[in-house]
């Protein structure tokens, strides 16, 4: 098996100048799948200018639109010819489950670059009316070098929300992967080159968010910061992204709320719950790991819920194998003791733990395993009802009424996305209405279509991704008044 050996700088592979390497760890057995390149402050610098020569010579941004887009779609097609080859990449970095990676992460990564390829020569400014001897318009114009900070959760497909969108509109990028993820990036830079993106344009440089993070996001010629990531992490770049006023936007953490009423069809809104919960591990920004149960359907769904969430034995994924694995072990050792700490939070506040609870042992004494764990009579004011968990974990909270399970849905600091199970039409759209959520799903939960933005309210960040919604976040507007004499 070979792995990325190398930074992407100015269309090249580079080595860091300083040799400096990381071990990249497989979740599933604790070994080191390789040693993967560090950017250092030279080689973020060296990135970042290389970025802005790209933008400045228009050697990218200045293409007829329509040249930009088969660029994209020949990027898409490579992506879908080495589908196997990225998935494997994500299976053993983090482990996903071969169906996740190889079915559903990487195909989408490919369907997003052709979403967006289709709006290089379609995005278009305003003719305004305008009174005799003048004419008034608008021109988008791309921001210029956009710093792209991404998490491990779902390391090439948030990455290409991010390049997709911003390479459409002519952007140059510097992007920094999560150190825990970074092998897809690196695999991924090495084929937009042989798509023909041009050389500076797309720039790769893993490392530690405390050196090439914050040097990209502190940077004079970094014009614009889109991250995706925790919360407080995001407060941290909006504050020192103020200082040279970069453009920013932020997908943050969620403690998204899943509504079940009593009219619901219970077998499909179960089924959603370990959807919502499960599928990744839980390791989604838009788990929906707080499920309201409404009080007269609650011990039913509790117990519905307790027996599905034991299917999900996790186990070792096997790269290649779509049947090894349901669900994969968590993605590091810190997320690991993380997630074992809010479990333990949870007993010692009370909750009632109905499955799970611990970790999971596959046998190996290896890997970083945890039993799908269910909570049930969860108090919404408890730490594992407020914090985002980042597992396979589920709270289990009953509501009385409509007003109680918006009052209680809200009450939390994030608002990413909801769901609402139930029959009632008009029910289910007041909720949608008036739960904070940036996505709301009815009768249904976790799907995703790259014409659809996604992105948060309150604590859970501002801007978006995916959509035509996104493409403001990688242009400016430009007001142009002419004199017709
Ligand atoms: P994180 O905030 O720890 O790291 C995200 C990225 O920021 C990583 O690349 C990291 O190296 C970098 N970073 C860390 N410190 C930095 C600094 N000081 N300056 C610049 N960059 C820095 O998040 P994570 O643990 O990688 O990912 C999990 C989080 O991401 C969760 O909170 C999850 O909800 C969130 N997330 C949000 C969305 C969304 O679309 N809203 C999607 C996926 C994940």
Redesign the pocket.
Known sequence: MSFPEHLIIGGEKVKPASGATFETINPADESVICKVPEAGESEVDQAIDSAREAFDDGRWSDLPPAKRGRVLRKLAGLVRTHNAELARLETLDVGKTDFDAAKIEIPTVANILDYYAGFTDKLTGDTLPSEAGVLRMTLRQPIGVVGA??????PLL?ATWKFAPALAMGNSLVH????VSSLSALRFGELALEAGIPAGVLNIVPG???VV??RI?THPSVNKISF????S?GI??QKKAADTLKRVTL????KSPNIIFEDADLKAAVRGAMTGIFYNKGEV?AAGSRLLVQRSIYNEVCAAVAEQAAKFVPSAPVPGDPRSARMGPVASKAQFDSVLNLIQAGKDEGANCLTGGSAHDNGTGKGYFIQPTVFNDVDNAMRIAQE?I?GPVLCIIPFEDEAEAVAIANDCSYG?AAAVWTQDVARALRVVRRVDAGTVWVNAYNLYDPSLP?G?FKA??YGR?LGEAALAGYTESKSVWINLG
């Open positions: 900070i991404t998490p491990w959760n779902f948030l920094k992967p999560a150190k530690a968010g405390s993070g914050d996001v995706t990531g925790s919360t992490v941290g770049i997908e943050l953490g969620g920004c985002e980042f990413l996604f948060g859970s960040g991704d």
